[in-house]
């Protein structure tokens, strides 16, 4: 019993992270526009954040093609996932020195742009 409950914990502070993770992300991503942002954005961040742990837990129990297929597009994400969350700390970083500077920057273009990059870096990595 105390097994899973400290599975049940790990699980959970797992899926804690990875849901902090897409917040941050859409945060990002609508910093300067929140009145703009498409609402496919936030149910897609939304089932994605849940996708890993889902999947992983099938995964443990059932071993057939649908559900590889489904873990592998999880994973996937994840990858994808790092990429986008060091281009979207790489964006605040930026944006922080160019405020104490007093430079005055595109943050939204900024974010396009190395997001941008992190998506070219995971399909090169794939």
């Known amino acids: 019993?105390?097994?899973r409950r400290v599975f049940a914990s790990f699980i959970?502070?797992?899926q804690l992270i990875l849901?902090?993770?897409h917040y941050f992300l859409y945060q990002t991503w609508t910093?300067?526009?929140?009145?703009q942002h498409p609402g496919w954005l936030q149910a897609s961040l939304g089932v994605l954040s849940v996708?890993?742990?889902?999947?992983?837990?099938?995964?443990?129990s059932y071993t057939s093609g649908p559900v590889r297929a489904v873990y592998k597009a999880a994973a996937v994400?994840?990858?994808?996932?790092?990429?986008l969350f060091i281009a979207a700390l790489a964006s605040w970083v930026a944006f922080a020195f160019a405020s104490l500077a007093g430079i005055g920057i595109n943050f939204h273009l900024?974010?396009?742009?190395?997001?941008?990059?992190?998506?070219?870096l995971g399909l090169y990595g794939m």
């Open 19 to 21: 849901l902090l993770a």
């Open 110 to 120: 900024l974010v396009q742009v190395l997001f941008t990059i992190a998506i070219a």
């Open 31 to 35: 910093f300067r526009y929140p009145s």
């Open 51 to 60: 996708s890993f742990v889902g999947a992983s837990l099938l995964a443990f």
């Open 12 to 14: 959970a502070v797992v």
């Open 77 to 83: 994400w994840m990858g994808f996932l790092s990429f």
């Open 1 to 3: 019993m105390r097994r």
